[in-house]
């Protein structure tokens, strides 16, 4: 049956190009046997970046990466050759970089008066400790649909640790309590070095150059098929003894409608919803548009098949209040070195060796982070870029008195040097991309349980969910981690491989990041 049956993905995000690998490393089938269709001209998803020193770089965002978690991740990146070190697999070249550029932040929360906010105590009061620690060890099934807010005091929310923490993983007071459980869990070694993002590995280039493109690279010699601009828009089926069975795959390729039929033994796997879908870029001169969750098909999709169908999930849980979902980044490519020089001087740090520098009074909570150059593949060395972002977009800046949603690249721009006190001469070259995502935090709404479906819901043959809108247990949305092990799990028990999955590294049971937490929530 292996020789024989084929695998259509739908969508090319990191989940897909993640399960494609799996299927030709563990399950055996042949590269020309895989079909990914992917409705943008490039693969990656959520992990994107483009551009160039003329029109400017951008990227939507980035994810945090660790090497002591994400254990899927690295399993397969340790598989992946590298493009950019011959000899070297990805993870190899990452684990070399990232010894080489040791992450230590020296200013990663700044005040208004343009001060660096001591950081080395956590700012909690003896009841922002028993508040927290009862959230930690509450049970899961107990906090359903409950809010951050349900659980901790609004003195909580002005605590060093919160902004640091929230600011860390894109984390709002309304989202999910269940969440915020499992990130304090999952994370338990962050906890102790958050001041500081120690623990925070980075890429040699953005995520979309180290690990998209080998990736893509490595699946595209094995025969592997990647579709482009192929909108999927509905999957036919039939009922087999109860059980959903996908007989069909509904599609516009470029402009053309087209059914692709599937044959006896073939798999689907949908990623189901996106964080970036409806996202939109902007300008120096032009702010991002804002678009709706129907210019995308990814949550249409979704809908369509989870309609009458609960096993399936509820799309609505994540998509239905864009107003607590979003937030805006800007990528700024830059032609001299006078910002680079300003800001390494203030913070302290070589870009590449800090992290999030945060404005704590900032009304959008706006934060940058200062990659090592070159970011981009394709960057000159006279160029430079760094990356930002805001919680509160819907806000009037500080010294813009606009929404931050509503501002084009000049506008963010004046904004960030009115924080540094920096003269608007320190951007004279720059070239700000501004980008909205309307759904960017959607997958940290609050929920209830079957919300998320499985990777393979019940009731179902051939079909699978691949994305950050499935249950794990244990493990966390909004990382790489949760895609690449998502893929897997639906992988292997759509091909029945009995080869084990590496289990969430449980650092919460620990007793040394057990001490090293409790001693920095008493500092």
Known sequence: MTSNRKAYFVGAGIGSLAGAAFLIRDGAMPGDCIHILEACAVPGGSLDASGDPER???????????????????????????????GQTVYEETV???????????????????AKVPVASMGFSMHDRLELLKLVNAEEFSLGRSCITDHLSPAFFQTEFWFMWATTFAFQPWHSAVEFRRYLHRFMLEFSRIETLAGVKRTVLNQYDSLVLPLTHWLQQQGVHLVTDCVVTDLEHRSVDGDLEVIAIQCIFKGQIETRQLDEGDLVFVQNGSMTDASS??????????????HNGSWTLWEKLSEGRPSLGNPAAFNRCIAQSDWASFTVTLKDEVFFNQ????????????????????????????????????QPADVQV????GLF????????PK????CSGAELLQELCGHLRFDLDAVATANCIPCRMPFITSMFMPREMGDRPPPVPPFTRNFAFISQFVEIPQDTVFTVEFSVRAAQMAVYQLMGITQSIPPVTPHDKSWHAQFDALVKALA
Not at 281 to 293: C, I, N, Q, V, Y
Not at 386 to 389: A, C, T
Request: with cysteine; proline share 4%; hydrophobic share 40%.
């Open 56 to 86: 400017g770089y951008s990227m939507r965002g980035g994810r945090m990466l660790t090497t002591d978690n994400y254990e899927c991740t690295w399993g397969l990146f340790k598989t992946i050759p590298s493009l950019l070190r011959p």
């Open 96 to 114: 070399e970089f990232n010894q080489r550029h040791v992450s230590h932040a020296m200013a990663r929360l700044v005040d208004s008066r343009r």
């Open 281 to 294: 870029l902007g300008s120096m001169t032009r702010a991002p548009a804002k678009l709706e969750k129907t």
């Open 343 to 378: 800001m390494q001087r203030f913070s302290g740090n070589e870009a590449g060796t800090g992290g999030l520098v945060t404005f704590k009074d900032s009304n959008w909570l706006m934060s940058i982070v200062l990659a090592h150059q070159p970011h981009f593949a394709n």
């Open 386 to 389: 760094f990356w930002g972002y």
């Open 393 to 400: 977009p819907d806000r009037i800046g500080n010294f813009v």
């Open 403 to 406: 929404a931050m949603a509503d």
